[in-house]
């Protein structure tokens, strides 16, 4: 009787175990997910800020950043790309291919780069990544609209 008791405590723990692993993979991981995170650019390190490889689209017009399309800041509008960079929050996106995408190429003083990927999901999201962490991308959508030049 008394291995009896011991296997049914185990397939109870068991089970309990298994009832938290599928909640938190479903429900407390978006849940518990930190959105006050911020982007860090640092404004006084950045030389130049232009575009890589590429397509968006905007009011039904494809942009092809590949060959027709490109994107350079002076330094007013390093200033206010870096404004709205470091005031977007987290955004918890789950692991999707994106629809749409636009690589950002940030060069500093120091000769290191960083890469900003501005992405557009199947269901509308606009979102960009830094160091593999998402934020919201709104906004800078708006703004490199604005700043687009044709080659």
Not at 116 to 139: M, P, R, W
């Amino acid at each position: 009787m008394d291995k009896r008791k011991r296997l049914i405590l185990i397939i109870v723990i068991a089970n309990l175990g298994f009832i938290w692993a599928v909640f938190n993979l479903f429900y407390y991981k978006k849940d518990s997910f930190d959105t006050s995170e911020r982007a860090n650019l640092n404004v006084n390190m950045i030389n130049n800020i232009h575009n890589g490889d590429g397509s968006w689209i905007w009011n039904k017009n494809e942009y092809d950043f590949y060959k027709k399309y490109s994107i350079s800041l002076d330094k007013n509008g390093i200033n206010d790309f870096c404004k709205i960079v470091n005031s977007a929050n987290a955004k918890y996106i789950e692991n999707i291919r994106p629809k749409k995408w636009l690589d950002i190429y940030v060069e500093e003083a120091n000769g290191n780069s960083i890469t900003i990927t501005l992405k557009q999901s199947y269901e509308n999201e606009v979102y960009f990544e830094i160091d593999h962490k998402a934020f919201e991308g709104k906004d800078l959508e708006k703004y490199i609209q604005k700043h687009i030049s044709k080659n």
